[in-house]
Nanobody
Framework: EVQLVESGGGLVQAGGSLRLSCAASGFTFDDHAIGWFRQAPGKEREGVSCLSSGGGRTVYAESVKGRFTMSRDNAKNTVYLQMNSLKPEDTAAYYC????????????????????WGQGTQVTVSS
């Protein structure tokens, strides 16, 4: 059974940083694309950053390029989202998701139609 557990959310002031973690289990890490998505109240879920199957490429939404960095630790089956220079508009519930054998080439392909999802972690950025 695929399981994804996010952690690391919280309240931070604008300009601050947070690091989200997603602990994955129940599947072969390298066979899956992993993505970070977010959903603000009243808005649709959107892609933030996705890591292609095999760890070959990481793509980012334009709104977070240069501020957010996605990484993974294969030994721990964990992916991270380092978020710097946070803005109030980054406030949202952040979700980790996985999809089997999915190759991504641009941020536009990081869309929330992945197969498996975590429960989410809230990030609130105050102005």
């Amino acid at each position: 059974e695929v399981q994804l557990v996010e952690s690391g959310g919280g309240l931070v002031q604008a300009g601050g940083s947070l690091r989200l973690s997603c602990a994955a289990s129940g599947f072969t890490f390298d066979d899956h694309a992993i993505g970070w998505f977010r959903q603000a109240p009243g808005k649709e879920r959107e892609g933030v950053s996705c890591l292609s199957s095999g760890g070959g490429r990481t793509v980012y939404a334009e709104s977070v390029k240069g501020r957010f960095t996605m990484s993974r630790d294969n030994a721990k089956n964990t992916v991270y989202l380092q978020m710097n220079s946070l803005k109030p508009e980054d406030t949202a519930a952040y979700y980790c998701a996985a999809d089997f054998v999915r190759y991504l080439y641009s941020g536009k392909e990081c869309v929330p139609d992945f197969a498996s999802w975590g429960q989410g972690t809230q990030v609130t950025v105050s102005s």
